[in-house]
Nanobody
Framework: QVQLVESGGGLVQAGGSLRLSCAASGRLASIYAMGWTRQAPGKEREFVAAISWNGGRTYYADSVKGRFTISRDNAANTVYLQMDSLKPEDTAVYYC????????????????WGQGTQVTVSS
């Protein structure tokens, strides 16, 4: 089992920045990638970004490329999502996730999930 705990959500004005953190514990040796998905009210959950645990290969949804940066600290078993130039449409609950496989295009169905953290971007 893998446990994921997010932190760092909040309220920010459009154009601002937030940094999300996700601390992982458990059987991490089985994990290929960690990352983030989000779900806005009334919408389906969507892939945001992911990073391979070894090698650091990154994956991004087109909607966040150039604005969001995912990174990892293997020693701390933590993944970060730096979100810049935030837009009101980025408002959602952001979930940290982990899986044995990487995303395929914009499709990712991770096995492990955190509890979620709210990000609200005001216009």
């Amino acid at each position: 089992q893998v446990q994921l705990v997010e932190s760092g959500g909040g309220l920010v004005q459009a154009g601002g920045s937030l940094r999300l953190s996700c601390a992982a514990s458990g059987r991490l040796a089985s994990i290929y990638a960690m990352g983030w998905t989000r779900q806005a009210p009334g919408k389906e959950r969507e892939f945001v970004a992911a990073i391979s645990w070894n090698g650091g290969r990154t994956y991004y949804a087109d909607s966040v490329k150039g604005r969001f940066t995912i990174s990892r600290d293997n020693a701390a078993n933590t993944v970060y999502l730096q979100m810049d130039s935030l837009k009101p449409e980025d408002t959602a609950v952001y979930y940290c996730a982990a899986d044995r496989a990487p995303p395929y295009g914009s499709s990712w169905d991770p096995e492990y999930w955190g509890q979620g953290t709210q990000v609200t971007v005001s216009s």
